[in-house]
């Protein structure tokens, strides 16, 4: 079992629709989750950091936090074609990086 | 921009031949960080600074690989007797204090021919 797994992928939405991007980790001592978006050929750049079980919102994103279940969670609402992008999800210092979800936001 | 820089951005060798990278880390911060992001998968962890101290490496590491960073500002990557294996896009990070966020900084995109 990978320590992050990412709910496979490619995802396509319509413009203004809400996408939802899951991510589950294996290492219970993991306080710290980070969502981070790379386009092709880009490095990755962060979008949202959580540490709390619950919900952080930041815009048109919001990540989701729980704990018990290891689970996280990132929705963009409004989605829009510059969404269009893979969607990294990463636990704890030494990073460890899910492999990704490609997201498609159709105009 | 992150403020991280990488140098190379493109490196294009022969089979064998040895490569060095480099990563310019935002200045006032003091850990540093190397990944290796093939396609089509997230980043992996290779290893990890302190200042000047390696104080975590991966097992991906295998001996041909060193990392240094003597001044505990810049560090440098080198790959000896590269393989095909090893195309790949290498990525430094930074991270400063007590902050738990990593900022990336471009990217040194390997091919190994």
């Known amino acids: 079992q990978k320590e992050v797994e990412q709910n496979s992928g490619p995802l396509s939405v319509p413009e203004g629709a809400i996408a939802s991007l899951n991510c589950t980790y294996s290492?219970?001592?993991?306080?710290?989750f980070f969502w981070y978006r790379q386009y092709s050929g880009k490095s990755p750049e962060l979008i949202m950091s959580?540490?709390?079980?619950g919900d952080k919102e930041d815009g048109r994103f919001t990540a989701q936090l729980n704990k018990a279940s290891q689970y996280v969670s990132l929705l963009i609402r409004d989605s829009q074609p510059s969404d269009s992008a893979t969607y990294l999800c990463?636990?704890?210092?030494?990073?460890?990086f899910g492999s990704g979800t490609q997201l498609t936001v159709l105009p | 921009d992150t403020g991280v820089s990488q140098d190379p951005r493109h490196k294009i060798t022969k089979r064998g031949q040895n490569v060095t990278f480099r990563c310019d880390p935002i200045?006032?911060?003091?850990?540093l960080y190397w990944y290796r992001q093939t396609l089509g998968q997230g980043p992996e962890f290779l290893t990890y600074?302190?200042?000047?101290?390696?104080?975590?490496k991966s097992r991906l590491l295998s001996d041909r690989f060193s990392a240094e960073r003597p001044k505990g500002s810049f560090s440098t990557l080198e790959i000896q007797r590269t393989e095909q294996g090893d195309s790949a896009m290498y990525l430094c990070?930074?991270?400063?204090?007590?902050?738990?966020?990593?900022?990336f900084g471009p990217g040194t995109r390997l091919l190994v021919l």
């Open positions: 990070a930074s991270r400063g204090g007590y902050q738990e966020t990593q900022y």
């Open positions: 290492d219970r001592v993991s306080q710290s």
């Open positions: 959580i540490y709390s079980n």
């Open positions: 990463a636990a704890a210092r030494q990073l460890t």
């Open positions: 200045s006032e911060h003091n850990r």
């Open positions: 600074f302190q200042n000047e101290a390696q104080l975590e």
